[in-house]
């Protein structure tokens, strides 16, 4: 995923339900499960579209929900491009 100009992997992001002034808004496009984890595609407020990778037990996150994502500062991949 690269929102802006950082790098964040699938599974070093974290979805809550919890809005807070320091995670990013998302709106959940789609859900795929593969087995033990999912992948949840999302569009963020600025159209950037990102995947998420949480285990299949955490969901069910449902296309058109509103949800919050956020990082930790350590996950952040730079000037890889």
Request: net charge negative.
């Amino acid at each position: 995923n690269w929102i802006g100009d950082i790098g964040v992997r699938p599974e070093a992001i974290r979805i809550t339900r919890m809005a807070d002034a320091a995670k990013r808004k998302a709106t959940v496009d789609s859900t795929s499960f593969l087995g033990p984890t999912a992948h949840i595609s999302m569009t963020l407020e600025d159209s950037t579209k990102v995947i998420v990778q949480v285990p299949s037990s955490d969901g069910p996150y449902r296309a058109g929900e509103s949800v919050y994502l956020s990082w930790s500062p350590t996950d952040e991949l730079r000037d890889l491009l």
